[in-house]
């Protein structure tokens, strides 16, 4: 499997995905919104781009469909309660699909709702797992649920899907907002040096050549992952009083979600 991330250089921040099968040169395009560079990198690497699949239904990430079918022919897959959001799909995709592209490249669709109810995340099968996450997972950070998710649903997807996935798993997201989500981490857990080392390391980074984080990573610098972390508890306590002293992840996963929505 070979795996182009594609800076689009908006306002959105947004990532775009060309992921290729070394034996035939088919290609499939994840949330292609800059078009042109995903057909261009297409063109370069001498690549056929046969599918097109969108992680959810928001416009930042289904803007560029309507050009890449029309230079390509590619197929449209995405969830299958998509399909009243995405005009022209394809294909429905459903919990434990494999999407295959060419001969050697399967992935495992996941069902995870929470950003919006229509999410799907992309599993590679492959020594080394890649997790396509859309805006479900961020680096160091979580999908909010303004556009039609809630936040109930992304935190059981966040503790019954993601924590569950094998450490190496490789994450890519749908955007880069890694500084200002390591910023909060260290605003709810000021002890973490991790966080720190990292933010010190990434604060002026190349958006092109973007750090690709792993899950045992996450878990050590995304405060969503930290559930039960002592220190971010005691600060939690200081923007909720009310809170106990011991709170359920739960709990503290949603009061992380709606501090997020305003910080």
């Known amino acids: 499997m070979i795996v182009e991330q594609i800076w689009t250089g908006n306002s959105f921040r947004n990532f775009n995905y060309v992921i290729a099968c070394p034996d035939t040169g088919e290609a499939l395009a994840i949330d292609p919104l800059d078009y042109s560079k995903c057909l261009d990198i297409a063109e370069k690497r001498g690549w056929r781009i046969t599918q097109i699949l969108n992680t959810h239904e928001h416009g930042d990430h289904t803007g560029g469909n309507h050009h890449m079918i029309e230079a390509t022919g590619a197929k449209l897959l995405a969830h299958e309660n998509a399909k009243k959001h995405i005009g022209g799909m394809d ?6 699909d494999v ?3 060419g001969k050697s490249v399967d992935l495992l669709v996941l069902d995870t709702p929470g950003h919006t109810m229509a999410h799907v995340c992309l599993l590679s099968q492959t020594d080394i797992p890649a997790l396509f996450s859309g805006d479900t997972l961020f680096n160091a950070g979580a999908g909010n649920c303004h556009g039609g998710g809630h936040p109930v649903q992304l935190y059981e997807t966040f503790v019954n899907q993601l924590a569950k996935l094998s450490e190496d798993t490789l994450i890519y997201p749908g955007h880069d907002y890694l500084v200002n989500n390591l910023e909060f981490t260290l605003a709810r857990e000021t002890d973490n040096l991790k966080a720190k ?7 002026d980074q190349d958006p092109n050549k973007a750090l690709v984080s792993s899950l045992g990573v996450e878990k050590e610098i995304n405060t969503f992952f930290r559930l039960r972390s002592p220190s971010l508890i005691t600060q939690m306590k200081k923007d909720f009083p009310d809170l106990e002293d011991n709170p ?16």
């Open 248 to 263: 359920d992840p739960e709990t503290v996963f949603l009061k992380l979600r709606e501090l997020r929505n305003s910080w």
């Open 99 to 101: 999407v295959k592209v």
């Open 91 to 96: 294909v429905g995709l459903k919990a434990g």
């Open 197 to 203: 080392v990292l933010l010190s390391e990434i604060r």
